[in-house]
Structure formats: C-alpha cells, structure tokens
C-alpha cells in the first residue's frame, strides 16, 4: 500500500448462519481437519486448520456480474478488475431522500461526474443489517436513476441496502439496466458514513469465477 493512505473496510463480515437476502441459504462452515487432528499429518511439527465453506453467492457484501440478470453477459471471470480495482469513488449521500421515500431518483446525480467512477450510494440502511427489519422494503435505485446512470457510464454502482431495487418489483429495473451496459453492482455495503468522495479510491474484487454471478468481496477503500 502506498505510505499515507487510510484503509477503510466497506464490507459486512460473515460467518457460518449469516443472513443476507430473504430466501437464501445462510452459509455453513464443516471443519475438514483440525488442529488436533492435523498434528498427526505432520509429524507433531506442525498444525493447521483446514474447512470447507459452504455459501450462496449472495452472501454478505457482494460484486453482481452481468451474467446474473443476463444470459450470456461476462461472468466474475472476465468482468474487467478496472472496474473492480482502485476506482475513483463518488459518494452519493443519499440519508436525506432515503429518510422522505425509499425511491432514489436521478435528482441525485445531477451534474455529476460519473464516467469510469464507483458510485457508491449511501442509504443508511446497512446499519439495520443483521436484523429482520433490513429485509423490510429498502431504499432503491429508480428505473429513471439507472438511466441517468447507463448514459453517464460509471465503472461500478454501489449500495449499502439490501438490494439496488425495489425488492417488491420483480421486473429489477436497476439490475436489468445496469448489468445489461456491463457495470457490475456492489450490494450491502456499510461504513459508507466514513467516506468523503474525496482522493478515495474503490476495491472489491470477487474470485475469478468461470460461469459465477455473484460473489462476496472484502471490499474496502483507499483515501490518500
């Protein structure tokens, strides 16, 4: 990391029976060998831990791939990591609207420099997480918000709710739009209230998954 930058942890943690999203397996963790038992395996020299992680790809803080709302769109593999990795962010603070209607529309991004930037959407809503009331209806992306977004073509478009969309229209507008111009969603965000948008820069990576969706990230960001 380069001397006098200020790391800033974004993501939920998870653990064996996290709950992320209604309907979805919670993860489970099977420990394969312990420490006890892997003593033996290396002569009393050693020990390891060694378990095996049984998880939904929505689980916990998570990168969307065009793949999963479209047949055929780049999956975790081929998502470019420059729209993943060390993206300049712009911190749409949103608290106020979310607190008048759980609707965000395009009014938010007016005027705004968007190209090539994570545009990370600060509800508030992530500090319900954990709780049955962050599955309750949630602050959202409007149809007429992603548009704006699509025409502006940002690198990434994050969130810290439970969904970009309104979890009530099946027809997921934000989902549909975004994906489909190739700008992957980051999903449960938190700690959104210790940005600025200023000299910050995004990272969430997921695996390089061949046919994946969706996966966690330890997303985080850079400010210099």
């Known amino acids: ?21 209604p309907g979805l397996p919670a993860p489970r963790v099977e420990i394969l060998i312990d420490y006890e038992a892997s003593r033996a395996r290396y002569a009393g020299k050693s020990e390891f831990l060694i378990a095996s992680y049984h998880l939904c790809g929505n689980t916990g803080t998570y990168v969307d791939a065009p793949i999963h709302r479209h047949r055929g769109g780049a999956d975790l593999a081929t998502v470019p990591l420059e729209r993943l990795v060390h993206v300049p962010v712009v911190l749409i603070d949103a608290t106020s609207a979310a607190a008048q209607s759980h609707a965000l529309g395009p009014e938010l991004f007016a005027g705004l420099d968007l190209t090539d930037k994570a545009v990370l959407v600060r509800s508030g809503w992530s500090r319900h997480f954990g709780t ?9 992306l409007t149809e007429a918000a992603c548009r704006m977004l699509v025409s502006h073509a940002p690198a990434i478009v994050g969130i810290d709710s439970v969904n970009i969309d309104d979890m009530a229209d099946f027809t997921r507008p934000a989902h549909t739009l975004l994906l489909g111009a190739g700008i992957p969603i980051c999903e449960h965000l938190t700690r959104l209230d210790r940005l600025t948008g200023r000299n910050e820069f995004f990272h969430g990576a997921p695996v390089a998954w061949r046919g994946g969706a969706t996966f966690p990230v330890r997303a985080y960001v850079l400010r210099g």
């Open 132 to 140: 049955p009331e962050y599955f309750q209806p949630n602050p959202h």
């Open 1 to 21: 990391m380069k001397p006098g930058f200020e790391i800033i942890d974004v993501s939920h943690t998870i653990g064996a029976g996290t709950e992320t999203y």
